[in-house]
């Protein structure tokens, strides 16, 4: 298993700035994924954290809006750029340790653009 | 492209009855079925996984879900629930043939236990 910490937890942001979410796992996992999950609705990928690499984004994001970084095999961030009120969600990171073992969810980082 | 159908929003029952929330999953090729549970505001949990093997698996706290095959199901089943389950429950689905790990999700079974 793995035990993953959000920083922050919530937040409350003004339209057009940016804010940067940390994730960090308590053990190297080889998969890190962010996803959005919108108030009342289920979860939806934004990209796979690649480490080393360019993230990988999911039809509808775009680096521009939500660059990532993976460092290394322990930690991640997401940034949420160029805010709008549309962007208010829960922005959750995940962790996969191996071939079907699923992921292991964040606490999550609430969001609310005004 | 993989799609998971969560058919009931809303699932309302009433304490020490029998529930099964049920879920469908679209695809042509082998994957890995998860549900996840998230209690009011808390994070997602892993609640039981099928990988291989038996097609019926099951949780600790007495949740079971059975994989069937030739009708992509993969509901779950709990036979007496208590206030503690109420919560939002996930299918997910990940590939097995592609490795790729990245879940897709149903939109969510809400249990709401009643006394």
């Known amino acids: 298993s793995a035990v993953i910490s959000q920083k922050p937890s919530r937040d409350i942001c003004q339209r057009g700035t940016s804010l940067t979410i940390q994730c960090q796992v308590d053990?190297?996992?080889?998969?890190m994924f962010w996803y959005r999950q919108q108030p009342g609705q289920s979860l939806t990928l934004i990209a796979t954290a690649n480490q080393g690499s360019e993230a990988t984004y999911e039809s509808g994001f775009v680096i521009d809006k939500f660059p990532i970084s993976r460092p290394n095999l322990t930690f991640s961030t997401l940034t949420v750029s160029n805010m709008s009120p549309e962007d208010s969600s829960i922005y959750l990171c995940s962790a996969g340790v191996g071939p079907g073992s699923g992921q292991y969810f964040g606490p999550g980082t609430r969001l609310t653009v005004t | 492209a993989q799609s998971v159908t969560q058919l009931d929003s809303q699932v309302p029952v009433f304490e020490e009855a029998p529930v099964e929330l049920r879920c469908n999953y679209s695809?042509?090729?082998?994957?890995?079925l998860f549900w996840y549970v998230q209690y009011p505001n808390q994070g997602l949990q892993l609640l039981l996984k099928y990988l291989s093997g038996s097609t019926l698996v099951e949780s600790i706290n007495g949740f079971e879900a059975e994989f069937n095959k030739s009708q992509t199901s993969f509901h779950l089943r709990k036979p007496s629930v208590h206030i503690s389950d109420t919560a939002e429950y996930f299918c997910?689905?990940?590939?097995?043939?592609?490795?790729?790990?990245?879940?897709?999700f149903g939109s969510g079974t809400r249990l709401q236990v009643q006394p």
């Open positions: 053990s190297q996992v080889t998969m």
């Open positions: 997910a689905v990940s590939d097995r043939r592609t490795g790729r790990r990245a879940l897709t």
């Open positions: 695809s042509s090729v082998s994957v890995y």
